[in-house]
Protein backbone atom coordinates (compact mmCIF):
# COMPACT_ATOMS: atom_id res chain seq x y z
CA UNK A 1 0.00 0.00 0.00
CA UNK A 2 1.10 3.62 0.27
CA UNK A 3 0.63 5.92 2.96
CA UNK A 4 -1.46 9.27 1.54
CA UNK A 5 -2.09 12.38 2.75
CA UNK A 6 -4.95 14.84 1.95
CA UNK A 7 -4.96 18.79 2.76
CA UNK A 8 -7.33 20.30 4.00
CA UNK A 9 -9.34 17.57 5.84
CA UNK A 10 -12.51 19.77 5.74
CA UNK A 11 -13.26 23.26 5.08
CA UNK A 12 -16.36 25.52 5.00
CA UNK A 13 -16.50 27.75 1.82
CA UNK A 14 -18.47 30.19 0.56
CA UNK A 15 -20.73 30.37 -2.70
CA UNK A 16 -18.33 31.39 -5.63
CA UNK A 17 -15.39 31.10 -4.36
CA UNK A 18 -12.93 28.41 -4.87
CA UNK A 19 -10.74 25.61 -3.27
CA UNK A 20 -7.61 23.80 -3.83
CA UNK A 21 -6.91 20.29 -2.37
CA UNK A 22 -3.99 18.58 -2.20
CA UNK A 23 -2.97 15.08 -2.29
CA UNK A 24 0.65 13.93 -1.26
CA UNK A 25 1.87 9.88 -1.78
CA UNK A 26 5.08 8.88 0.34
CA UNK A 27 6.27 6.89 -2.95
CA UNK A 28 5.99 7.48 -6.60
CA UNK A 29 2.63 5.76 -7.85
CA UNK A 30 1.85 5.13 -11.57
CA UNK A 31 -1.40 6.81 -11.55
CA UNK A 32 -3.57 8.76 -9.11
CA UNK A 33 -7.66 9.50 -9.20
CA UNK A 34 -9.59 11.98 -8.07
CA UNK A 35 -13.15 10.55 -6.56
CA UNK A 36 -16.32 13.05 -5.30
CA UNK A 37 -18.65 10.94 -2.75
CA UNK A 38 -21.80 13.17 -2.35
CA UNK A 39 -23.80 13.04 1.18
CA UNK A 40 -25.02 9.85 1.74
CA UNK A 41 -24.11 8.04 -1.96
CA UNK A 42 -21.36 6.21 -3.28
CA UNK A 43 -18.26 7.37 -4.81
CA UNK A 44 -18.23 8.87 -8.43
CA UNK A 45 -14.87 9.10 -10.54
CA UNK A 46 -13.99 12.68 -11.44
CA UNK A 47 -11.13 12.64 -13.70
CA UNK A 48 -7.43 10.39 -13.79
CA UNK A 49 -4.58 12.89 -12.69
CA UNK A 50 -1.93 12.35 -16.02
CA UNK A 51 2.02 13.70 -14.73
CA UNK A 52 2.52 15.92 -16.82
CA UNK A 53 -0.25 16.40 -18.96
CA UNK A 54 -4.21 17.26 -18.95
CA UNK A 55 -6.04 15.87 -16.68
CA UNK A 56 -8.97 12.76 -18.25
CA UNK A 57 -11.76 13.51 -17.27
CA UNK A 58 -15.22 11.32 -17.06
CA UNK A 59 -18.20 12.27 -18.94
CA UNK A 60 -19.92 15.20 -16.96
CA UNK A 61 -16.90 16.30 -15.37
CA UNK A 62 -15.24 19.60 -16.96
CA UNK A 63 -11.92 21.08 -16.57
CA UNK A 64 -12.92 24.47 -16.09
CA UNK A 65 -15.05 23.35 -12.89
CA UNK A 66 -12.24 20.86 -11.39
CA UNK A 67 -8.74 21.75 -12.87
CA UNK A 68 -5.85 18.92 -11.91
CA UNK A 69 -2.98 19.38 -11.63
CA UNK A 70 -0.12 16.48 -11.35
CA UNK A 71 3.71 18.16 -11.13
CA UNK A 72 5.20 14.48 -10.22
CA UNK A 73 4.77 11.10 -9.50
CA UNK A 74 3.71 11.68 -6.17
CA UNK A 75 1.77 15.14 -6.01
CA UNK A 76 -1.57 15.97 -7.54
CA UNK A 77 -4.00 18.86 -7.09
CA UNK A 78 -7.74 19.33 -7.50
CA UNK A 79 -9.27 22.54 -7.44
CA UNK A 80 -13.44 23.16 -7.21
CA UNK A 81 -14.07 26.21 -8.54
CA UNK A 82 -17.31 28.71 -8.58
CA UNK A 83 -18.16 26.58 -6.11
CA UNK A 84 -22.28 26.25 -5.28
CA UNK A 85 -23.82 24.07 -2.52
CA UNK A 86 -24.39 21.19 -4.69
CA UNK A 87 -20.77 20.96 -4.74
CA UNK A 88 -20.34 19.91 -1.20
CA UNK A 89 -19.10 16.38 -0.54
CA UNK A 90 -15.93 14.38 0.41
CA UNK A 91 -13.30 14.25 -2.10
CA UNK A 92 -10.79 11.33 -2.45
CA UNK A 93 -7.92 11.18 -4.21
CA UNK A 94 -6.84 7.22 -4.67
CA UNK A 95 -3.46 5.79 -5.94
CA UNK A 96 -2.32 2.74 -8.04
CA UNK A 97 0.95 1.25 -9.45
CA UNK A 98 0.34 -0.95 -12.02
CA UNK A 99 2.10 -3.78 -10.58
CA UNK A 100 -1.07 -3.91 -8.04
CA UNK A 101 -4.10 -3.56 -9.79
CA UNK A 102 -5.30 -2.35 -6.39
CA UNK A 103 -6.35 1.62 -5.61
CA UNK A 104 -5.83 2.91 -1.85
CA UNK A 105 -7.37 5.94 -0.98
CA UNK A 106 -6.80 9.47 0.88
CA UNK A 107 -8.60 10.25 3.81
CA UNK A 108 -10.67 12.30 2.15
CA UNK A 109 -11.73 16.03 2.00
CA UNK A 110 -14.64 17.11 3.62
CA UNK A 111 -15.91 20.24 1.60
CA UNK A 112 -19.05 22.18 2.72
CA UNK A 113 -20.20 24.63 0.40
CA UNK A 114 -22.54 27.89 2.03
CA UNK B 1 -20.19 -0.79 -19.29
CA UNK B 2 -19.66 -1.86 -15.81
CA UNK B 3 -22.20 -1.52 -13.28
CA UNK B 4 -22.68 -2.74 -9.71
CA UNK B 5 -25.46 -3.36 -7.10
CA UNK B 6 -25.56 -3.61 -3.89
CA UNK B 7 -29.12 -4.83 -3.04
CA UNK B 8 -28.62 -4.13 0.38
CA UNK B 9 -29.03 -0.59 2.42
CA UNK B 10 -27.98 -1.96 5.99
CA UNK B 11 -27.54 -5.03 7.17
CA UNK B 12 -27.51 -5.79 10.80
CA UNK B 13 -26.36 -8.84 12.85
CA UNK B 14 -25.66 -9.73 16.28
CA UNK B 15 -22.05 -10.04 17.19
CA UNK B 16 -20.68 -13.45 17.09
CA UNK B 17 -22.67 -14.66 14.17
CA UNK B 18 -21.37 -14.81 10.55
CA UNK B 19 -22.31 -11.70 8.20
CA UNK B 20 -22.87 -11.58 4.27
CA UNK B 21 -22.60 -8.48 2.14
CA UNK B 22 -24.37 -8.68 -1.01
CA UNK B 23 -22.76 -7.34 -4.05
CA UNK B 24 -23.42 -8.55 -8.24
CA UNK B 25 -21.50 -7.14 -10.66
CA UNK B 26 -22.26 -6.48 -14.86
CA UNK B 27 -18.98 -6.36 -16.98
CA UNK B 28 -18.40 -7.48 -20.72
CA UNK B 29 -15.73 -9.22 -19.89
CA UNK B 30 -13.76 -10.71 -16.85
CA UNK B 31 -13.86 -8.48 -14.17
CA UNK B 32 -11.40 -7.67 -11.30
CA UNK B 33 -13.37 -6.78 -8.24
CA UNK B 34 -12.94 -5.09 -4.90
CA UNK B 35 -14.23 -4.46 -1.60
CA UNK B 36 -13.79 -1.81 0.09
CA UNK B 37 -15.08 -0.11 3.89
CA UNK B 38 -15.58 3.05 5.15
CA UNK B 39 -15.63 4.00 8.61
CA UNK B 40 -16.86 7.56 10.06
CA UNK B 41 -15.14 10.62 9.02
CA UNK B 42 -12.51 8.24 7.44
CA UNK B 43 -11.34 7.40 3.88
CA UNK B 44 -12.20 3.88 2.18
CA UNK B 45 -9.50 1.24 3.12
CA UNK B 46 -9.03 -1.42 0.75
CA UNK B 47 -10.33 -5.23 1.75
CA UNK B 48 -9.35 -7.67 -0.89
CA UNK B 49 -9.89 -8.00 -4.34
CA UNK B 50 -10.54 -10.88 -7.24
CA UNK B 51 -8.72 -10.58 -10.35
CA UNK B 52 -7.97 -14.30 -11.32
CA UNK B 53 -7.63 -17.38 -9.52
CA UNK B 54 -9.47 -19.27 -6.54
CA UNK B 55 -12.60 -17.99 -6.69
CA UNK B 56 -12.37 -17.68 -2.33
CA UNK B 57 -10.67 -14.72 -1.59
CA UNK B 58 -9.04 -13.78 1.92
CA UNK B 59 -8.65 -9.90 3.06
CA UNK B 60 -8.35 -7.96 5.56
CA UNK B 61 -9.79 -8.38 9.36
CA UNK B 62 -10.86 -11.98 8.84
CA UNK B 63 -12.98 -11.00 5.82
CA UNK B 64 -13.65 -13.19 2.71
CA UNK B 65 -15.01 -12.67 -0.81
CA UNK B 66 -16.50 -15.60 -3.09
CA UNK B 67 -16.38 -14.64 -6.87
CA UNK B 68 -19.16 -16.45 -8.62
CA UNK B 69 -18.76 -15.89 -12.47
CA UNK B 70 -22.18 -17.70 -13.02
CA UNK B 71 -24.42 -15.66 -10.82
CA UNK B 72 -22.09 -12.67 -11.74
CA UNK B 73 -21.73 -11.92 -7.66
CA UNK B 74 -18.89 -11.13 -5.13
CA UNK B 75 -20.50 -11.43 -1.59
CA UNK B 76 -18.64 -10.46 1.59
CA UNK B 77 -18.47 -12.58 3.90
CA UNK B 78 -17.12 -13.04 7.31
CA UNK B 79 -17.33 -16.47 10.05
CA UNK B 80 -17.63 -14.52 12.85
CA UNK B 81 -19.42 -10.64 13.17
CA UNK B 82 -17.97 -7.79 15.99
CA UNK B 83 -18.99 -4.47 16.87
CA UNK B 84 -16.07 -2.90 15.60
CA UNK B 85 -16.56 -4.07 11.98
CA UNK B 86 -19.90 -1.85 11.99
CA UNK B 87 -19.25 0.23 8.92
CA UNK B 88 -20.18 0.87 5.66
CA UNK B 89 -19.04 -1.49 2.70
CA UNK B 90 -18.20 -0.83 -1.07
CA UNK B 91 -18.00 -2.70 -3.50
CA UNK B 92 -16.53 -1.99 -6.87
CA UNK B 93 -15.93 -3.35 -10.06
CA UNK B 94 -12.89 -2.52 -12.70
CA UNK B 95 -13.29 -3.98 -16.84
CA UNK B 96 -9.52 -4.29 -17.89
CA UNK B 97 -10.82 -4.90 -21.10
CA UNK B 98 -11.61 -1.29 -21.44
CA UNK B 99 -8.14 -0.04 -20.70
CA UNK B 100 -9.15 2.00 -18.34
CA UNK B 101 -8.41 1.65 -14.76
CA UNK B 102 -11.51 3.18 -13.18
CA UNK B 103 -13.38 2.01 -10.37
CA UNK B 104 -17.26 1.69 -10.34
CA UNK B 105 -18.58 1.37 -6.78
CA UNK B 106 -22.19 0.38 -5.58
CA UNK B 107 -23.64 2.17 -3.58
CA UNK B 108 -22.82 1.11 -0.20
CA UNK B 109 -24.38 -1.35 2.32
CA UNK B 110 -24.30 -0.44 5.95
CA UNK B 111 -23.38 -3.30 8.56
CA UNK B 112 -24.71 -2.88 11.77
CA UNK B 113 -23.37 -5.34 14.27
CA UNK B 114 -25.10 -5.26 17.83
CA UNK B 115 -23.26 -6.19 20.91
Known amino acids: SAVISQKPSRDICQRGTSLTIQCQVD?????MFWYRQQPGQSLTLIAT?????????ESGFVIDKFPISRPNLTFSTLTVSNMSPEDSSIYLC???????????FGPGTRLTVL | AQSVAQPEDQVNVAEGNPLTVKCTYS??????LFWYVQYPNRGLQFLLK??????LVKGSYGFEAEFNKSQTSFHLKKPSALVSDSALYFC?????????????FGTGTRLLVSP
Open chain 1, 94 to 104: SVMRASTDTQY
Open chain 1, 27 to 31: SQVTM
Open chain 1, 49 to 57: ANQGSEATY
Open chain 2, 27 to 32: VSGNPY
Open chain 2, 50 to 55: YITGDN
Open chain 2, 92 to 104: AVRDPNTGFQKLV
